[in-house]
């Protein structure tokens, strides 16, 4: 795991790459128990997320909207986890965040590639802009893709 920085003392960056963790933490919990109020809760009011069908939604009524369709039930039979693989603090209290997403369905394997761009307030980590797509040649990738490939 890479984490880049010019300007936050490593004891500092440290407890912010903690903190992300706990952001990255909940979102996969919120998702793997169908929460969606918890992950809502993660996010600015003024949040960009694009989805890894590629629905882009802006604000957090449009997530919102989005979420409270597909979560309750559209992770039946799935699991998600997601590893942190990079964090790049552009400012001190904005970070561009990599992932690595990993669906297991009664189908196979699939991988996601999310980028989320994470800025601090009130002391608090939020959600800001995401966009999220598949890795085709990840080797953990099943046949048909059983999550980026559905339409």
Do not use: C
Not at 45 to 51: E, M, N, S, V, Y
Not at 78 to 88: A, D, N, P
Not at 101 to 123: C, F, N
């Amino acid at each position: 795991m890479g984490f880049m920085s010019t300007d936050i003392a490593a004891p500092a960056r440290e407890a912010e790459i903690e903190a992300i963790k706990q952001v990255v933490a909940t979102v996969e919990h919120s998702q793997n128990n169908e929460l969606p109020d918890e992950f809502l809760g993660l996010f600015r009011a003024d949040a960009i997320w694009t989805t890894g069908g590629g629905r882009r939604l802006y604000g957090l009524d449009a997530i919102s909207a989005f979420t409270h369709q597909v979560l309750p039930g559209g992770m039946r039979g799935l699991s998600v986890t997601f590893e942190l693989e990079h964090v790049l603090f552009i400012r001190p209290d904005v970070a561009a965040v990599k992932l690595r997403q990993v669906y297991r369905t009664p189908d196979g394997v699939d991988v996601g590639s999310p980028l989320w761009i994470m800025a601090k307030e009130d002391g608090r980590w939020l959600l800001t802009a995401s966009q999220n797509i598949g890795v085709p040649d990840d080797e953990e990738v099943s046949p048909g893709r059983p999550v980026f490939g559905a339409a």
